[in-house]
């Protein structure tokens, strides 16, 4: 059995928690929160965009703690869920790690990119996994995408688009503060950077335009430039002030042999799909591959899953490896970068 103590009870602290109930071999047994309701069990003021309301939990049987070096001493944890601010990020996990326990950490790795190195190089140092979660690989249509192209089935990767805009998340104060969660290029889009390095290797160059706020990138259109030249990757993605639309997001993939599309989006109260994932083959045929739940909440499960196969097995995770996430940081700074200074930037 694997036990596993969550650090930050938070939307996705709680989520992750959920999420583990429906993982084998996997306990969690331990939280830290500095907020002392949640902490006694009171999740009701937890707020998210997904997945069920916070009630009220029965924590009892569980090592609590405000001190997230009290809850890393814990001798009989394996796992430090790390569900805290990305600002905290980079010293809880390399302390965990230090501690000799394997570290799964919420999106972005950090917002520093040399603290990201120091992550990946003390998970090295130490001889534990460092995994950084990336919910979207885990989601059926992205799943889809991945294996489609991993696996060359439909031939060689000729470039795609990718797309992921959310309307003003009124819940989060500091969204768009650069220190504390980094605006909608780390916190949104970084999702698709992964994705994108994922399937597509490291760009040599990015070519960003759009708009900033302050010192955050906050809606944007960037092209990714390789060495193939090929290969035509670009990506939209930010925030625009309307409530109509909470959540979109939505790809075209074009392989030699297929194009897969795929388009979703949060409209008022409901989940509307525009584009069920739909392969179009060379063929001149239109197939919808039957996919499993769109639910986000079992994504989540699928993403935890992964995490305890990769312990248990000693088999790190080709998703959820720390060096993707730390590549998937740079290329974000990069994006900022070039939009900043309105040309292109070598990655
Ligand atoms: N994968 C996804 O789809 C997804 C979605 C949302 C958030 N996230 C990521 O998850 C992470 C957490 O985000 P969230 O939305 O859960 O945030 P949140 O604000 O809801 O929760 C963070 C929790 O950490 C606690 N905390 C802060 N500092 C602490 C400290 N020093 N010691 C103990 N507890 C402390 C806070 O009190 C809060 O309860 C972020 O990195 C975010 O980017 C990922």
Same mark, same amino acid.
């Given at each position: 059995m694997i036990n596993v103590g969550i650090a930050g009870i938070g939307f996705m602290g709680m989520t992750h928690y959920n999420a583990y109930q429906?993982?084998?071999?996997v306990r969690v047994c331990a939280f830290c929160e500095q907020d002392k309701k949640r902490l006694a069990?009171?999740?009701?003021?937890i707020k998210g965009n997904f997945g069920p309301q916070g009630t009220m939990m029965d924590l009892s049987g569980m090592d609590c703690y405000t001190e997230l070096d009290e809850m890393i001493a814990n001798?009989? #944890?394996?796992?430090i869920d790390v569900c805290l601010p990305p600002s905290l990020h980079a010293k809880v996990a390399v302390a965990a790690l230090k501690a000799g326990k394997h570290v799964f950490c919420?999106?972005?790795?950090?917002?520093?990119a040399a603290d990201a190195k120091r992550m990946v190089a003390a998970a090295d140092r130490a001889g534990k996994q460092l995994m950084i979660g990336r919910v979207l690989p885990f989601l059926p249509e992205y799943d889809f995408a991945y294996k489609a192209i991993d696996s060359g089935k439909y031939g060689r990767l000729l470039g795609g688009h990718f797309k992921r805009i959310i309307s003003d998340? #009124?819940?989060?104060?500091?969204?768009?503060?650069p220190e504390k969660v980094g605006g909608p290029? #780390?916190?949104?889009?970084v999702h698709d950077a992964h994705f994108i390095r994922l399937v597509?290797?490291?760009?040599?160059a990015v070519q960003t335009v759009g708009r900033m706020r302050g010192e955050v990138a906050e809606l944007f259109t960037t092209q990714f430039l390789f060495g193939?030249?090929?290969l035509a990757v670009t990506a939209a993605s930010g925030v625009i002030n309307?409530?109509?639309?909470g959540f979109t997001h939505a790809y075209e993939i074009y392989l030699e042999k297929a194009t897969l599309l795929f388009d979703a989006a949060g409209i008022g109260k409901d989940w509307v799909?525009?584009?069920?994932?739909?392969v179009l083959t060379d063929k001149g045929r239109v197939v919808r591959p039957k996919l499993g739940s769109g639910d986000m909440c079992d994504a989540f499960v699928a993403e935890l899953k992964e995490v305890v196969r990769a312990i248990s097995t000693g088999t790190p995770s080709p998703l959820l490896a720390g060096q993707l996430a730390s590549d998937a940081l740079l290329l974000c700074q990069k994006q900022t970068q070039s939009l900043a200074r309105g040309r292109a930037v070598k990655v």
């Open positions: 429906k993982v084998r071999g069990g009171d999740w009701r003021s001798d009989k #944890l394996d796992v919420e999106k972005p790795i950090s917002l520093v998340p #009124l819940w989060l104060p500091d969204f768009y503060n290029m #780390l916190d949104l889009h597509c290797g490291m760009p040599a193939d030249s090929d309307q409530q109509g639309r799909v525009g584009y069920p994932l739909t």
